[in-house]
T-cell receptor
Framework: KNEVEQSPQNLTAQEGEFITINCSYSVGISALHWLQQHPGGGIVSLFMLSSGKKKHGRLIATINIQEKHSSLHITASHPRDSAVYICAGQGAQKLVFGQGTRLTINP | NAGVTQTPKFQVLKTGQSMTLQCAQDMNHEYMSWYRQDPGMGLRLIHYSVGAGITDQGEVPNGYNVSRSTTEDFPLRLLSAAPSQTSVYFC?????????FGQGTRLTVV
């Protein structure tokens, strides 16, 4: 069964801190999506990774295929980064979602 | 290019009523899907489609029907609404690479 485990479930930090959210996945997942959902808002795709590392602005996503592990990093965090971050594994036909990490950045 | 358009944004139904949530995409994506999002449960797959004329069940299909007569449209029908179907619903499409979500529908069944 495809599974995706995400940690931590909740994370509170001060503005400017470096943030890391982790995602582990099982056999059968060929790629990993990182998604962002602001309170009461829609879901936006940040990255899709099947290998290596991707960077967009202050966001960096990495994946280690051998260890079946991915991380999302936020540098110089800002209150507007406060959101739920969701990793989703791409199975043969379906996405398998982690439970999400609720990130709060305090000014 | 509008992406994924999902309507309505909000809906209140009485128990036993039926309704259709609309989802349309203009990116020529073959894969479309419907999810519900409940507190503490994450996103759960209701139904999905890998192309026009092809649909399949996800994790929580009971009480919902779908059809895919065109590549663009993938409506979700609630046959007889129940309070347990109170949730936020998202439609999504993808081809290769990124997945695109609709804006979501907050449905309350009273």
């Amino acid at each position: 069964k495809n599974e995706v485990e995400q940690s931590p479930q909740n994370l509170t930090a001060q503005e400017g801190e470096f943030i890391t959210i982790n995602c582990s996945y099982s056999v059968g997942i060929s790629a990993l999506h990182w998604l962002q959902q602001h309170p009461g808002g829609g879901i936006v795709s940040l990255f899709m990774l099947s290998s290596g590392k991707k960077k967009h602005g202050r966001l960096i996503a990495t994946i280690n295929i051998q260890e079946k592990h991915s991380s999302l990093h936020i540098t110089a965090s800002h209150p507007r980064d406060s959101a739920v971050y969701i990793c989703a594994g791409q199975g043969a036909q379906k996405l398998v979602f982690g439970q999400g990490t609720r990130l709060t950045i305090n000014p | 290019n509008a992406g994924v358009t999902q309507t309505p944004k909000f809906q209140v139904l009485k128990t036993g009523q039926s309704m259709t949530l609309q989802c349309a995409q203009d990116m020529n994506h073959e894969y479309m899907s419907w999810y519900r999002q409940d507190p503490g449960m994450g996103l759960r797959l209701i139904h999905y489609s890998v192309g026009a004329g092809i649909t399949d069940q996800g994790e929580v299909p009971n009480g919902y029907n779908v059809s895919r007569s065109t590549t663009e449209d993938f409506p979700l029908r609630l046959l007889s609404a129940a309070p347990s179907q109170t949730s936020v619903y998202f439609c999504a499409s993808r081809r290769q690479g990124a997945v695109f979500f609709g804006q979501g529908t907050r449905l309350t069944v009273v």
